[in-house]
């Protein structure tokens, strides 16, 4: 039985053999015997049958001896024997992880002469500079064994009852990169306040030790996450991802000609998967970055930035006041006075950015309690995103430009070359253990440089004459006409948002960081309507000037290339939720974060309808009529949480938000019907709904074997069911050839 071959069977030995072994061990154990193998790499076996009798190895939890010799120790007891092996129960083994009092603290200099004076079974041995007592107060206690909930290799969840101040022993190997977190629960094990990070100290020479302060029931989860395996695998992603985006941007400059005319097909295609492409890269260097920053924040941390996020998103939503939407729209139909509007808008955003920031600055004061908004972090967090906004808001402005000049590419290069460099300063921050209060200090320098490259690119490619003065009838008249983007795109983003506050002050910050989890996948799938009906706008706000017979077929073909893309997504999602979170945040994010993600997703067909048909309402102007289809889904929202968040938690956020996108999508559509009649809803979607239906029903099928089985199933069951139904009409198969490649077309029956 040589060592580690107990690996093979998963049984732990205190022998081992390794190449590198912790100087922390072999001192351990060169205090129960001298370690004569260590020249060979090796821990040895108990050479001499009275280092038994050492009370440290009853804490490393040797409960069975092997050996060949006859054994009569009082603590010792014959389990087995036979063909010349004996194996010997020790009675006196310590349980894995026991509680014992503070007051059993003894600071020690030099551990191995301080056993010989205190048994570490009763006493709790520190390092002089980590104790709290003194060695008069020292006074020996009486371990309770402690219930190891679940054991992983690099997680184990412990459930302790203390009636005074005490330690919680791990008798694990201690080691840079362990975590601990612990919450109180009830006598059913259900938590009764958010989990807190603890300090994990060495103790008893080699062992993990937490310290818990107030009488109660206690789970403690010890994590191993080391910071160094994560900096290394970002970064080396990092330089991946580098790599690869400086061969898409040669590519892109290789083989596509930015003066070519295109068709307005071709021009939405462009103007919306070249974005669309690169903001989902993006999403991949975010998702990267989540997988690093949730680990280091945990489940609450990341909740409090969340609800950050959140609230200063409000404030850069009020401070925009709808400006991008109607620079984008005004200058599309005549960029003659593009510089013009440039500086106007830019003027009135910083006029609506202070206007912005009252509600923000007195919510923040009502929540707090305090005018010292710096105490709190989520209220520190929320002022250095604000301030970040602002750059970012000017930004927003010459972005547009370059859409209503539809060249949508060249700012979504730039957004990814800076999230690059968010995701570099972010790890230094989490590094100097600033936590999420230095990741919106980092979006300032972001947004800054986001804003500097801006103006570089606007300035060599376009030509800004001006005039450059202040146009008072134009700000007058876009303070009236915005207004209405600025409350809808307000309203918009609270009736799916605002759970994540509520929620915050309801169910605390570690629920809102599960439900925030699922939240991520969904606005990284979001990317998709966003940046599709932004590069559909412009065009379809020039349709409707000149037929609204063909705006009507734009729009019904968009409306169903997003529920094909849709459907499927979000029955695949469902399925791979688990994994999907499991990735992104780590087990401490689960099964809530899953669960909420299995919900929640089925909003995205409705949104991306939504989506569409929203900009469609504006191209129509009808923003107006439009805000009280946005005030009716945040107060169906608000109502619904208000409601159900206390009792269902972030179940009741997820299945309110999947109804208040069905409340809108009614609403909208009764208001589009006054001047885009026949839109013909049912026809439109019939197909798609049924062959998801049925590719569903396929996936869930093949899901009781592998997720993964069900989705490789339900997919080819999607595509064969919309080729049999028939999905696409004439019309819009001549404008999907004027899109797709022409041998792929023709492939599939669109061109001749």
Excluded: C
């Excluded at 009838?473 to 006409?481: A, C, F, G, I, V």
């Excluded at 020039?542 to 009507?552: H, N, P, W």
């Excluded at 992104?584 to 669960?595: N, Q």
Aim: charged share 15%; no cysteine; aromatic share 10%.
């Amino acid at each position: 039985f040589n060592a580690n071959a107990g690996w093979l069977y998963g049984l732990e030995d205190i022998r081992g053999y390794d190449s590198v072994i912790l100087r922390q061990y072999t001192d351990y154990m060169g205090a129960i015997e001298p370690q004569n193998e260590l020249l060979f790499n090796r821990i040895q076996g108990l050479a001499d049958w009275n280092a038994i009798n050492s009370p440290l190895v009853d804490l490393l939890g040797v409960k069975y001896i092997i050996t060949q010799e006859t054994l009569d120790l009082p603590k010792l007891a014959l389990a087995w024997e036979g063909e010349g092996v004996r194996i010997y129960e020790n009675l006196a083994v310590m349980p894995r992880a026991y509680t014992i009092a503070r007051t059993a603290t003894a600071p020690v200099a030099d551990f191995q002469e301080a056993v010989a004076q205190y048994d570490p079974r009763q006493y709790v041995l520190v390092e002089a500079t980590a104790g709290t007592a003194t060695a008069t107060d020292v006074q020996s206690g009486q371990p309770q064994p402690a219930e190891v909930l679940a054991r992983g290799n690099i997680e184990l969840i412990a459930l302790a009852e203390i009636v005074e101040p005490s330690w919680l022993i791990l008798n694990d190997t201690y080691a840079p990169g362990w975590r601990a977190f612990v919450r109180p629960v009830d006598t059913a094990g259900e938590p009764l306040a958010d989990e807190q990070e603890l300090p994990i100290t060495l103790v008893n020479g080699n062992f993990r030790g937490v310290q818990l302060n107030d009488s109660g029931r206690y789970e403690v989860r010890f994590r191993y996450s080391p910071t160094s395996f994560l900096v290394g695998g970002l970064t080396s992603l990092m330089g991946a991802v580098i790599l690869l985006l400086g061969m898409i941007v040669w590519l892109w400059r290789r083989f596509f000609d930015p003066n070519a005319q295109l068709s307005g097909a071709r021009s939405v295609a462009k103007n919306s998967l070249a974005p669309m492409m690169l903001n989902l890269f993006n999403r991949g260097i975010d998702f990267a970055f989540a997988l690093f920053y949730l680990r280091v924040l945990g489940p609450a941390e990341a909740g409090g930035y969340a609800t950050a996020i959140v609230i200063a998103g409000i404030y850069d939503i009020i401070a925009n006041f709808g400006l991008n939407t109607y620079l984008i729209r005004e200058v599309s139909r005549d960029k003659s006075r593009a510089g013009h509007f440039l500086l106007n808008t830019n003027l009135l955003r910083i006029g609506t950015g202070l206007l912005a920031a009252a509600p923000v600055l007195l919510y923040l004061w009502v929540r707090d309690g305090s005018l010292n908004l710096l105490a709190d972090d989520i209220s520190l967090a929320v002022l250095l995103l604000m301030v970040g906004m602002i750059f970012s808001g000017m930004g927003q402005l010459l972005a547009g430009l370059f859409y209503a000049y539809e060249q949508a590419e060249r700012p979504a290069v730039v957004t990814t070359i800076t999230t690059i460099m968010k995701v570099g300063l972010g790890v230094v921050a989490l590094l100097l253990g600033q936590g999420f209060v230095g990741l919106a200090t980092v979006s300032i320098l972001v947004n800054l440089v986001t804003l500097l490259i801006l103006i570089l690119l606007a300035w060599r490619h376009f030509a800004l004459k001006g005039p450059w003065r202040i146009d008072w009838p134009l700000q007058r008249r876009m303070l009236r006409d915005s207004y209405p983007l600025m409350i809808n795109h307000l309203l918009a983003t609270a009736f799916f948002q605002i759970d994540i506050v509520m929620m915050e002050q309801i169910n605390g910050e570690t629920i809102t960081g599960w439900y925030s989890s699922a939240y991520k996948w969904v606005n990284a799938f979001n990317v998709i309507p966003s940046f599709f009906t932004f590069a559909l706008f412009p065009i379809i706000s020039r349709q409707v000037q000149e037929s609204v017979a063909e705006a009507r077929q734009t729009f019904q073909l968009s409306l169903k290339l997003m529920i094909l893309i849709s459907l499927p997504l979000a029955a695949a999602t469902m399925l791979a939720a688990p994994f999907l979170i499991g990735v992104l945040g780590g087990p401490e994010f689960l099964p809530a974060g899953a669960i909420s993600l299995q919900i929640v997703i089925w909003s995205i067909p409705f949104g991306w309808l939504n989506s569409v048909t929203n900009y469609v309402l504006i191209a129509l102007g009808l923003e107006r009529i439009e805000t009280r289809a946005f005030i009716a889904g945040v107060l169906f929202n608000i109502i619904g949480n208000a409601i159900f968040l206390a009792r269902y938690s972030y179940v009741a956020a997820a299945v309110t938000t999947i109804l208040s996108e069905i409340v809108l999508l009614a609403i909208f559509n009764y208001y589009l019907r006054r001047k885009m009649p026949a839109v013909g809803w049912v026809r439109l979607l019939y197909r798609p709904v049924l062959a998801a239906s049925s590719a569903t029903a396929v996936m869930l099928l093949g899901a009781q074997l592998h997720w993964l089985l069900g989705i490789a199933l339900g997919l080819p069951i999607y595509a064969a069911g919309l080729w049999l139904l028939g999905v696409f009409n004439a019309t819009e198969q001549s404008i999907l050839a004027q899109v797709l490649p022409h041998r792929l077309a023709v492939r599939l029956g669109m061109s001749g």
